[in-house]
């Protein structure tokens, strides 16, 4: 029987997967429960009718055919059958009804839900899907991976899983890098004489497996396993790590995964050493619905029979929608650990709990800190503290009809001491804000507020040089009204705005006595960030009291295809108040009448960026502060710059001391794969000298990834000397992503 493009419903349509490697499948649909069709019959879509296809097949063909003595339908020409959104494409579709086998022909496609296409010359298969076969198959996956069998067979084993047998079957992500026509040479592969997918167990194993690079053979296995895509997580070795250094000597390590449950598991390694006992080094993390922990850690015990550890956690659990609570520890057996042994080069280890809460207008928050000091610095106020309890609380209320809100700042902090000042100190803030526009487009800001101080300390060092233990306080009103005037010109493609601006603060009766110890106040750095701001310390320790007026100008220029430039000048002016030794020598502010601060930032094209930063003294002009940061050029190839010089006296009470650094990183997609970058950073200063260098080549394509990367550290610090580090990373796409380290040679 001949019918054009004849329609046919089958109720309870299998379907068979056939799958190589960790991503390769063949999908064939079944058919089960066929409606016979006598000759000449015509289905009820063929008459207009839309037939039922929930559970069904939809088969169109030239040519459809039931043989009641062989009961067997046949679909011939331009076959397609629909199941569930999977498509089989075939030349010739055979179903045998009572041996519920169906078998598929001439030109065999098949489309899976999720995009994967096979190729086939010939597909047969059992209706319940358990048992399947294929000659020549071959496979385009979604991520464009190809993968070819010369025979592939599925069969459920004694434990009623299904296993899918591919022989000769090879497999790549990558696209063919010849081009001499008709060659199929693609930068790796995988061949093998025997695949077995369990697809149950999610197993994957591979008998006389080779890989090859750019065609030839580098490497050989007679067995491997590994899980397939549907496992995400699996017990099992990692890839090893090495190092060498003068001071520890040759070491490699291949750590353990180990999957505990859905939700949690753990890695374990031991690294041992030619000049050095084994460092044993570990991870840990588990999640739930509301809550995740991180903890990670290493321990050593040296042949001088040292030993040495450290010790990270992090973790977070929600309350509920408002409220949640955590902790972040960070702890070393000794200043140089982590450094020595790679686990980090931090100046201080910071350890945290908190309970925090979140609203539309309001955060609060209760937390302890703990420090440890990394460096060499010796903090000179004592002992690092630890600072248990501090709690804090911020509302902002809404704008009222003109404008207008209200904030509320409330904090408490508990500083401890073994040695040194401690100290209590409850505070609170209360604030009022009115912006308004004027009538000609000039913009006022009024700032009121009042804030107090109460502290109970111990062993704090006064003016006179004595201890005191006891109570201490004050109140600090704050006014402060703000003008500026944005004057708009344009001309062609010029737009052009000038904007003085004007402030006037005082802050009268605020006092910053000996007998309050600076905690958090103790760095201060003037510049064109903080110019305008009405206490220019960083913290609640000390205030800036008296009555100032604060000026400066800024001056915004675009140009339709000139770019953009943003500039800034200003400076303070002190009428009364904060005593001169208040503010550190050297930061800008010691004198009534402050340095001049400013900043010039100019893009003139995508590929182009300049900032400069500025801090020059009052009477001569001199530079005292110097930053400037450029980047120039597009991706294929930029160089970054930047320079950064302090200028202080050599008795200047200043955190930052005298400073002279550059710092440039030259950074080139030299092609479509290949990448590199360089970079170093050099102290300018007298003794100075290299601080760091180091640079990458990398190259990535759509299979294949591989970086190289050398660094040079010159710092140095009791048992840490500085050292040249030389890692590499390599990625074979859709199988994995392998790093480690070649060595670190230390000099």
Known sequence: MRQARRLLTARGLSYASVVLG???????????????????????????????????????????????????VTARGNVEVQYQGRILLADTVNYQVSADRASATGNVTMTDLDGTTTFADFAELTGDMKEGF?????????????????????????????????????????????????????????????VVHDQQAGEI????MWFELFGVPVAYTPYLSHPDPTVKRRSGFLPPLYRSNKQLGVGVSIPYYFVIDDRQDATLAIMPSTSENPVLSGQYRGVSEKASITMEGSIVQEKSDRIRNHFRSKAVASLDDTFRVGADVNLASDRTYMRRYRFGNKTYLTSRGYLEGFSRRSYGAVEALYFQ????????????????????????????????????DITSAAVNRMSGASSRRASARYGWHLPYIGPVGDVYRLDVGLSGDAYQVEDVKTRSGELYSGASGRMTPELALTWSLPLERRSGRWSEVVRPIVQGVSTQGARNPTKIPDEDSYAVEFDDTNLFSINRYSGRDRVESGTRVNYGVEYTARHTWMGTVNSMVGQSYRLSGTEKSAFPVGSGLERDLSDVVGRV????????????????????????????GSRIGPRSFNVYTSYIELDRQEDSSAVLKKRQEVTVALRSQMSQYWSG?????????????????GGTVAYEDECFGVSLFANRSYTYDSDYEGSVNIGLRFALKTLGDFSTSLGSMEF
């Open 22 to 72: 960790a991503v390769a499948g063949l999908s064939l649909p079944g058919l089960a429960g066929a409606t016979a069709l006598s000759s000449g019959s015509v289905p009820a879509a063929a008459a207009g009718e839309t037939p039922p296809t929930e559970g069904r097949a939809v088969i169109t063909a030239d040519e459809l055919s039931h043989d009641k003595n062989l009961d067997t």
């Open 134 to 194: 294929a000659r020549e198959v071959k496979i385009l996956l979604t991520d464009g991976s190809r993968a070819a069998a010369q025979k592939a067979t599925r069969k459920t084993n004694e434990k009623g899983n299904s296993v899918t047998t591919m022989e000769n079957a090879i497999y790549s992500p990558c696209d063919v890098c010849s081009t001499t026509p008709g060659s199929d040479t693609r930068i790796w592969q995988i061949k093998s004489s025997r």
């Open 205 to 208: 194993t591979y008998n006389d």
């Open 373 to 408: 000091n990394q460096s060499t610095l010796t903090p000179s106020r004592g002992d690092l503290p630890i600072a248990a309890p501090i709690a804090t609380w911020n509302y902002t209320s809404e704008p009222g009809a003109r404008g207008a809100y209200t904030t509320v």
């Open 601 to 628: 930032m100019f893009q003139p094209h995508r590929n182009l960026d300049f900032v400069y930063r500025f801090r020059a003294d009052k009477d001569t002009m001199e530079l005292h502060r110097s930053e400037i």
């Open 677 to 693: 970058s360089l970079s170093g950073r050099y102290d300018l200063a007298e003794n100075g000298g290299p601080i760091d260098i």
